[in-house]
């Protein structure tokens, strides 16, 4: 029976286009490298407002790549139809983060336990309290053992998805960093809140692209954070 929900308003693909696993990037150009060079019998399933979706096999496994755009609200509404529309059981982000640690270096990745947030997305599910974004462990166990066995160098803890980009200095009480939060990116929160929700898994995998004294470019953040790359397709 055709699902009368798609296409979607942002998604062009019909049902059965999209795998159960998707990596999902900010960044619609990361998507179409990660389709480019990683997947074989690639099938593009969506261009609407160029923010690009690939269909897949990476090692003889169906998978999905697709691009998010930036902040809970945009993320929020892609996993969203993921979910509920395209029957996405596995939703994993793989983007760019800034470290918050001294110890915690550009190009190495953080997988991100939990995610704090400044959005006031998780506060729409409307519950009695303040919620605690969390990833799924199962995809979490699986992606810290490729990462050990590849010899990569990692991170696991808390992050934080925050819906400023600059200033985000706070003005008094304790820190992120104070707090052992370990970077800050735009996503997560969003991503976790609706997977718990929907009963999916969710994880965000990160690859450190600046601190105070390390930065990358552009160019770098869209084909040379491989390593994100290879963890997350191995979770397919």
Known sequence: ???????????EAQVGEIAETILLPGDPLRAKFIADNFLED?????????????TG??????????????GCPSIGIYSYELIHFYGCKNLIRVGTAGTLQKDVHVKELVFGM?????????????L???YAPICSYELLEKAVAVAKEEGYKYHVGNILSSDAFYGMELP????????GVLAVEMEAAALYTNAAA????????????????????AEERQTTFTQ???????LA
């Not at 939990?114 to 409307?126: D, E, H, I, Q, R």
């Not at 008094?172 to 707090?179: A, F, Q, R, T, V």
């Not at 929907?198 to 470019?217: F, K, Q």
Request: charged fraction near 10%; hydrophobic fraction near 35%; aromatic fraction near 6%.
């Open 1 to 11: 029976m055709a699902n009368p929900n798609v296409p979607t308003p942002h998604i």
């Open 42 to 54: 690639v099938k593009q399933f969506n261009s609407t407002r160029n923010m690009l979706g690939f």
């Open 57 to 70: 096999t990476y090692k003889g496994k169906r998978v999905s790549v697709m691009g998010t755009g930036m």
């Open 114 to 126: 939990g995610a704090c947030t400044t959005s006031n997305y998780p506060a729409l599910m409307g």
């Open 128 to 130: 009695p309290g303040t």
């Open 172 to 179: 008094h009480g304790k820190s992120w960093p104070e707090m």
């Open 198 to 217: 929907a009963g999916a898994n969710a994880l965000a995998i990160l690859t450190i692209s600046d601190g105070p004294d390390e930065v990358t470019t």
């Open 228 to 234: 994100m790359m290879e963890v997350a397709l191995s």
